[in-house]
């Protein structure tokens, strides 16, 4: 059995659609880029801001970029955390695995740490986490869990679980296990493509498997 789960936070805990996408468009018009539609937005929840805006907007001028990135975090620290949705039957699923299990359990998202807290306290769920680690520009998510491992937040005996390709990917750079999620912004082929030991389809099977 695992030592640790490590849990992305978006598309894997709670569905962050409504603040990502309003915030993505409040900060491309406020510096002079045209809204776009939701679904361009929602294909690049996951990877890192600095990421999403250079695949928007197309450019690389860092400047613009970090401009993009703290008017986005402005309105997202103000409002858009907590359009947040938690996964229906997640708290009780993340509750039952911290009661029955071993395992200790965290959290490693690209979102800044600051702002994962405050959704997990929204959801009333922090306290059953270890730790929470959080990225930031230029940190990608297998550098975040290959510090993770470093430090001795977790051990090689640890289980990534997320909804897209670079959580999966992330976990594997670093030799640990991973596991897939379907209701999240990944799709099947994507997670299947990086060979995870498990692919859940609902929450309730993460219970089932670990608990």
Known sequence: MYEYIVFDLDGTISDPKEGIVKSFNHSLVLNDFEEVESKQIEKLIGPPLDYAFEQI??????????????????RYAEIGYAENIIYKDMA???????RNSNIKMGVCTSKREDFAIKILELFEIKNLFAFINGGDIGIQKWQQIKTLISSG???????????????????HKNGISSAGVLWGYGSESELTTEKPKHIFSQPQELVEHFA
Not at 57 to 74: A, C, E, M, P
Not at 93 to 98: D, E, P, Q, R, S
Not at 154 to 170: C, H, K, P, T, W
């Open 57 to 74: 907007t197309g450019t690389k001028d860092k400047n613009r970029i970090n401009k993009l990135v703290n008017s986005y975090r402005k």
């Open 153 to 171: 937040t977790i051990s090689e005996n640890s289980i990534m679980v997320g909804d897209r390709a670079v959580d999966l990917v992330a976990a």
């Open 92 to 98: 009780s699923v993340l509750t039952k695995i911290h």
